[in-house]
Nanobody
Framework: QAQFVESGGGLVQPGESLRLACRAP????????MDWYRQAPGNQRELVAR???????TYADSVKGRFTVSRDNAKKTIYLEMNNLKPEDTAVYYC?????????WGQGTQVTVSS
């Protein structure tokens, strides 16, 4: 089973930036709509950003204007550029296709925003 692999997380201070990557070895990656999710301790997993197969993007209100999702079909990878990070962005970040496939959830990558 293909499992997605997230990377790029870390510990940063408020206002700093991070760029996450998600390798998604799907045979039909180029025509798949892809999502970024996050889950903070004690919270449900929430949808953060979506990128369609044609590159159209949508964002949760909480990250709009600060986060940018992109994709590289040749590398079967999506990215999440996160700017002006806030403590409330602290979470484990995951990716999946849209609609999500439970077989593809990876380990996620931890993002911690703290001074």
């Amino acid at each position: 089973q293909a499992q997605f692999v997230e990377s790029g997380g870390g510990l940063v201070q408020p206002g700093e930036s991070l760029r996450l990557a998600c390798r998604a070895p799907l045979r039909l990656f180029s025509i798949s709509s892809m999502d970024w999710y996050r889950q903070a301790p004690g919270n449900q997993r929430e949808l953060v950003a979506r990128i369609s197969s044609r590159g159209g993007t949508t964002y949760a209100d909480s990250v709009k204007g600060r986060f940018t999702v992109s994709r590289d079909n040749a590398k079967k990878t999506i990215y999440l550029e996160m700017n002006n990070l806030k403590p409330e962005d602290t979470a484990v970040y995951y990716c999946n296709e849209n609609p999500p496939n439970n077989n593809y959830w990876g380990q996620g990558t931890q993002v911690t925003v703290s001074s």
